[in-house]
């Protein structure tokens, strides 16, 4: 199963990996990280990703950390 | 058992935090050097000439040896370090104000004089740490600080084309203009680093890299709409390619 982590304190919500992702599997939260911005969370209750890590190229900030494809 | 397939660089210093804006591309560009010293294994023998800009603290997110130079001048120090340290690597991060504009001089006569150093530009059409001023690439009619008009002909010139006018220069071994609106050009980006690097390790000469980046803050854009306006309005002007590379001439 692939998955993705994520460091919400480097969120800088800027959202580019919400429509990089091709299978719209990150999502804006309502949570607040220390910067105060609305982090983004990954959510794959089906196990779509498919670990292609475009979401983590895209990411400006390396919040998103690891990629892994299983 | 699931593979991993991206990590943080190792040339990326541990909790590193990027100062840049929301969405910038300079962050992007920073983790492709970082992996390119990664890939190439020279971490340990890299000095990086820290530039004047919003990459200014570079060095701060990098785990490699830096130094400093005043606005403009990193291409002059990057000379001197490699000069005197030739069994090292040097290379410079700048932007398109500090490259092309403040250090066109040091720029240019470094890749006449063929040094043997590298050199990554990034392009976003404006003095962005300083709030969005009309720098030397900001394209016809587009509104800044300093042009709220447009950029025009009659009062302000044209933009420069480093990639172009650096391949011109003989001493140049390799010079490319690359962008960084998708996660294709962010891997052709990736090469084109790659190559600029390998030239130096070769001895070839000097290695150019312009990267069309994005400044949502000063263009006032979403990340995504500043995407689509390197598409749309940079690139026409800006076209992407290799404009010099000796390793391909026969």
């Known amino acids: 199963m692939s998955y993705i982590t994520i460091d919400r304190d480097k969120c800088k919500a800027c959202y580019l990996c919400v429509n990089e992702c091709p299978k719209k599997l990150i999502k804006i939260s309502k949570t607040k990280n220390s910067l105060g911005n609305n982090i983004v969370e990954f959510c794959d209750e089906k196990g779509e990703c498919l670990g292609c890590a475009m979401c983590a190229m895209r990411c400006p900030d390396l919040a998103i950390e690891e990629v892994y494809k299983g | ?250």
Not at chain 2, 210 to 225: Q, R
């Open chain 2, 1 to 250: 058992m699931a593979e991993q397939v991206f990590k943080i660089p190792d040339s990326i210093k541990k909790n590193a935090k990027f100062s840049y804006c929301p969405g910038c591309d300079h962050g992007v560009a920073t983790r492709l050097v970082a992996e390119v010293i990664d890939e190439l294994g020279i971490r340990e023998k890299t000095i990086l000439a820290a530039s004047v800009g919003c990459s200014v603290t570079l060095y701060d997110f990098l785990e490699i040896d830096s130094l400093e130079a005043p606005h403009g001048r990193a291409m002059a120090e990057a000379t001197g370090i490699k000069r005197a340290c030739p069994d090292k690597f040097v290379f410079t991060y700048q932007g398109d104000g500090d490259f092309a504009s403040i250090g066109l001089a040091e720029s240019m006569h470094a890749a006449l004089r063929g040094e043997n150093i590298s050199a990554i530009c990034i392009n976003n059409t404006t003095y962005g740490m300083t709030g969005g001023q009309l720098g030397p690439t900001t394209i016809m009619g587009q509104k800044t600080t300093t042009s709220p008009t447009g950029r025009n002909r009659e009062y302000y010139g044209y933009p420069i084309k480093i990639a172009e006018h650096i391949a011109l220069c003989d001493g140049t071994a390799y010079s490319a203009r690359v962008s960084l609106d998708t996660v294709a050009n962010i891997r052709k980006a990736k090469q084109a680093i790659k190559k600029a690097f390998e030239v130096q390790l070769k001895g070839l000469g000097f290695g150019f890299v312009e990267i069309l980046s994005t400044c949502p803050t000063n263009w006032k854009m979403t990340p995504d709409k500043a995407h689509e306006r390197v598409r749309n309005e940079m690139m026409p002007v800006f076209k992407l390619g290799v404009y010099k590379d000796i390793t391909a001439e026969g």
